[in-house]
């Protein structure tokens, strides 16, 4: 039987401020979220942007945009992803993003913002059990379970605030890059 098991943020300049404010009951959580965005852009760098551009992430938003039944589109994900060799969070996150995108019938739209919803969860994950009923942050489990939503749903709105995605790989980069933009309070990007 495995387990799982979430490494902390690295001990880098960038993620200090974030580590500063993350479950800090005093820090409104919109504060919280361009931090760990910040953080994760300067630690990823390309990286970041060429993981959530991954083709195959281009890929799934068309099945979803399509109407796929989740059952075909989770499967038709599954045999895209089969022989790639380079699989990683990105493409694990994705997944997630096609089922819950597919099963709620929202688009394009919707797996774009439920990909940067599951981004912004596994990042806050890696460090927020650490911080639970310290002194000034989240009291309990429960609440950080809350925060991780509102992460969530600042992340989904970042996403639709850019417009519908298009899913050909061109249209897919441009999105990403308009949604990090957003995300890390860099401006408005352009549509």
């Known amino acids: 039987m495995g387990t799982s098991?979430?490494?902390?943020?690295p001990p880098i300049p960038p993620w200090k401020p974030a580590l500063a404010v993350l479950g800090r009951t005093d820090v409104p959580v919109e504060r919280q979220s361009l931090e760990i965005w910040r953080a994760v852009a300067a630690d990823r760098g390309e990286r970041l942007v060429r993981d959530l551009a991954n083709p195959t992430l281009a890929e799934a938003c068309s099945l979803v945009s399509k109407?796929?039944?989740?059952?075909?589109?989770?499967?038709?994900?599954?045999?895209?992803?089969?022989?790639?060799s380079d699989v990683g969070l990105?493409?694990?996150?994705?997944?997630?993003?096609?089922?819950?995108?597919?099963?709620?019938?929202?688009?394009a739209s919707g797996f774009s913002g439920e990909l940067f919803a599951e981004a912004v969860s596994y990042y806050?994950?890696?460090?927020?059990p650490s911080f639970v009923a310290a002194p000034g942050r989240v009291a309990n489990s429960s609440a950080a379970i809350a925060l991780k939503e509102e992460l969530r749903n600042?992340?989904?709105?970042?996403a639709l605030s850019v417009g519908?995605?298009?899913?050909?790989?061109?249209?897919w980069n441009r999105h990403v890059a308009n949604v990090l933009t957003a995300l890390q309070g860099r401006g408005t990007p352009p549509r």
């Open 5 to 9: 098991r979430n490494d902390p943020s």
């Open 67 to 84: 109407g796929r039944p989740i059952g075909e589109a989770l499967a038709a994900y599954d045999e895209a992803t089969l022989h790639l």
């Open 90 to 107: 990105a493409v694990d996150l994705g997944r997630r993003a096609l089922a819950r995108a597919a099963s709620k019938h929202s688009g």
């Open 124 to 128: 806050a994950s890696r460090d927020l």
């Open 154 to 158: 600042i992340a989904r709105q970042a």
């Open 164 to 171: 519908e995605p298009r899913p050909d790989r061109r249209g």
